[in-house]
């Protein structure tokens, strides 16, 4: 059974810092690109990173530029994002995913994804 288990969301002061991690099983990602998204109540999901299959193309939400930072480590089908400087506005349930076909480069749109996780909630308190 193919699983991608996130971990490490939680409750964090404005200005704080929190680090997501991205457990795959049931099969390696190592050649899939992996993205991580975010949905908070009401809105529609967006995608926060994303990183190409070997870690040498990124892309980031123009709001976390410079804040997060999202990486991998293939030896442990494992990626992860760093969050710094955390605010309010990026309370949601982050959830990470893992694009279909191989050795692609970091992709933004959501329809590029087909394995999900079930999401971690991250909340913000100012």
């Known amino acids: 059974q193919v699983q991608l288990v996130e971990s490490g969301g939680g409750l964090v002061q404005a200005g704080g810092s929190l680090r997501l991690s991205c457990a795959a099983s049931?099969?390696?990602?190592?050649?899939?690109?992996m993205g991580w998204f975010r949905q908070a109540p009401g809105k529609e999901r967006e995608v926060v990173a994303a990183?190409?299959?070997?870690?040498?193309?990124?892309y980031y939400l123009e709001s976390v530029k410079g804040r997060f930072t999202i990486s991998r480590d293939n030896s442990k089908n494992t990626v992860y994002l760093q969050m710094n400087n955390l605010k309010p506005e990026d309370t949601a349930v982050y959830y990470c995913?893992?694009?279909?076909?191989?050795?692609?480069?970091?992709?933004?749109?959501?329809?590029?994804?087909?394995?999900w996780g079930q999401g971690t909630q991250v909340t913000v308190s100012s």
């Open positions: 995913a893992a694009a279909a076909g191989l050795f692609r480069s970091a992709t933004r749109l959501a329809d590029d994804y087909d394995y």
């Open positions: 049931g099969r390696t990602f190592s050649r899939n690109a």
């Open positions: 990183i190409g299959w070997n870690g040498g193309s990124t």
